[in-house]
DNA sequence: CGTGTCATGTAATCAGTTACATGATTCA
DNA sequence: TGAATCATGTAACTGATTACATGACACG
């Protein structure tokens, strides 16, 4: 089975918004879908290049002055169908890695203050997401009438922001019981 | 700044449980932190030549008659010093990629049936998750005896647990708002 | 007689990140 | 004067996955 690449459909997703430019999805990409997704000029400009001798976008150039050219991508008929087909797809099961769960895991060799700061730390992270979780649902409902298209917006936020409360809660209880270790005992 | 490998970190902090081979590590790997970390056999090996000829392990040879060889390694104090070493750092923060999220995104473009079976299925996989987080808990429980190891341990799976049943909510409360839209509607 | 386990590895490929390169404009 | 933004890209490297390769034994 063929590893199918999923960043040619998130640039296909939003380049079905509206055309844009390849410096236009990073933007787009940051301001909407950067909790759960995100990528880099280094492969943006790759793929599109790539998309297009595909046949699933074409290309038009933007001339202006003092500035380099822009060059605006829009999907085809056959990018319109390719993005339809990757949606309908079952969502492929990920890869978990998680860092601090790995080196709590192995916390057993260091002093239990480095796990304390590390879930502190955690939960620090953790706070500052719901709060740009928050300020991002404010602008969606104020800034977009009430769509379908906000409506799934939404439940991304939400996605992320039931996690992060999640993720807050364990640190508090996971805090709790590690103040009840100390580095004496086995 | 140089990417730091953390699979060598996986491979050092199960070594320090005590000396195995690399086909030992991926099913230690498998029972212990396959909810958040795993490791395959064409990184393993590799690594665990790496990991000798920069002196963090050494190894011995098992001769066994009608199997091949097992080379069993072990953590030098260079090794130790090491793992320890990793565990103080700060964790870096990682890339969040969620597949469902962006077909959800965009999940304008295809049925809203499309989305409900997306989030079932979702679903469904979480439940599957508890179940195996509760089986974990309670094998820890039982066969080991209560110490530090076994505390950080139960920590992580408490970590998938609570992740896990958020996301059975989340799902709940998305199903609940896809089953309100309808196809007709912009 | 086929599947699964034990046990090691290599090769090829794809994905993702970092660093490099260019060059004008705007703003503090 | 220096940093940020606009706008494009390439090169090098590291990480991760898949497929391939070998070969014996145990189980049903």
Redesign the interface.
Known sequence: MAREN?SR??LL?IL?FHPMSGYDLKKQIEQ??N????EDFAQIYPILKQLEAEGLTTSTVEKQEGRPERHIYALTEKG?GA??N???K?????????????????????PVA??IE?VQ??RE?QLVLQEAFQRLKDSITQQHPV???S???L??V??GA??S???I??CD??LA?LGQ?DDT??
Chains 1, 2 share one sequence.
């Open positions: 999923k459909y998130a997703g079905s909407t879908t909790h759960f997704w995100h319109w993005l339809r990757w949606i309908a079952p969502v492929s099961s990920q890869v978990r890695r998680n860092e601090l769960l790995l080196k709590l895991f192995f916390a057993d060799h260091v480095v796990s590390h730390q955690f992270f769509s379908k298209q409506t799934y917006w439940l991304t939400n996605y039931c996690v409360q999640a993720l809660n364990w209880d996971t019981q270790l005992t086995t």
